[in-house]
């Protein structure tokens, strides 16, 4: 049923008397009996309750789920802060391991010192050509350095080689286990001399001993000063094995993780080859020549 216009703008009227008159009612009321008004304001509280649970729970939801973004956000800057932090500790790690290696170089350069009457400089490894023909690294000091070919490369722990070429920031180290390397040395504390010849593996062999010469496994190795190039008493490494007449020395340096070589100058002038790599050894005549150097 439609109500008329008339009657809808009578109703519109009186709505505002009306509720004038309620406010007044309820205000006299209240001052009247406070009890009741309680009352009805509690009924009209638990009536109205569960509308406005219901109508607050996506408030809540909606509240909760706008928190839950921040939070994430929050922790999405808190991550890549983070990040950027365990890359500057991973950094600093990094450049606390190469110190400590580079440290650990160094202390080990001072167990071998040489004579005072020499001299010489130390130079890092920035290369190593190591492989299946050829045993030697490449330092980074060279002729402005004073460093000169057939000079004595050492580490903490004993010879290395000896310089092979010389550039003018460079040098190449010719190491014991190449197969040109022929080092005249002694068995310590004997008069038994040899040469060590390099032969590519890791534990280069004794040539020239004299056939009824007495090596045992454990044996100590040094510089015999035969030749003129270094002088006796540096120490080579140590018999390894002693099989069908082949002998065997491990070096005392670890040649395969150089890091930081002393190039030392001892005064020397023994005679070196000509070429900046000496040539293989000749199949015949050689062994009569390097066992005469030896001697």
Do not use: C
Not at 133 to 159: C, E, I, K, S, Y
Not at 255 to 269: E, M, Q, T
């Amino acid at each position: 049923m439609r109500i008329s216009a008339p009657v809808r703008m009578a109703a519109q009227r009186l709505a505002l008397p009306i509720f004038i008159f309620a406010s007044a009612m309820l205000a006299v009321l209240g001052k009247a009996d406070v009890l009741l008004i309680d009352r009805i304001r509690v009924a009209v509280a638990d009536a109205v309750a569960p509308i406005l649970e219901v109508v607050a729970r996506p408030i809540t939801s909606a509240a909760s789920a706008v928190q839950g973004l921040e939070n994430m956000i929050d922790v999405y800057g808190q991550n890549s802060l983070l990040r950027e932090e365990n890359e500057r500790l991973l950094q600093w790690q990094e450049a606390a391991q190469r110190l400590a290696a580079e440290n650990a170089e160094l202390r080990a350069l001072t167990k071998l010192v040489p004579d005072p009457a020499a001299s010489w400089i130390s130079g890092r490894v920035v290369a190593d050509s190591g492989g299946a023909f050829l045993r030697n690294v490449l330092v980074d000091a060279g002729a402005r350095d004073g460093v000169q070919r057939g000079q004595a490369a050492l580490t903490g722990d004993g010879l290395v080689g000896r310089v092979a070429e010389v550039g003018e920031r460079t040098a190449r180290i010719l190491l014991l286990t190449d197969l040109n390397s022929h080092i005249p040395v002694m068995i310590e504390g004997t008069s038994e001399r040899a040469v060590l010849d390099g032969d590519n593996s890791d534990e280069p062999q004794l040539a020239y001993l004299e056939p009824k010469t007495a090596v045992r496994f454990g044996d100590r190795i040094v510089s015999s000063g035969s030749g003129g190039v270094f002088p006796p008493g540096i120490p080579v490494g140590v018999v390894a094995s002693v099989e069908g007449g082949i002998v065997r020395v491990t070096p005392y340096a670890e040649l395969s993780r150089l890091g930081v070589i002393r190039i030392v100058n001892y005064g020397l002038s023994g005679l070196l080859p000509e070429s900046a790599v000496p040539p293989p050894r000749p199949a015949k005549g050689g062994k009569a020549r390097s066992a005469e150097a030896a001697r």
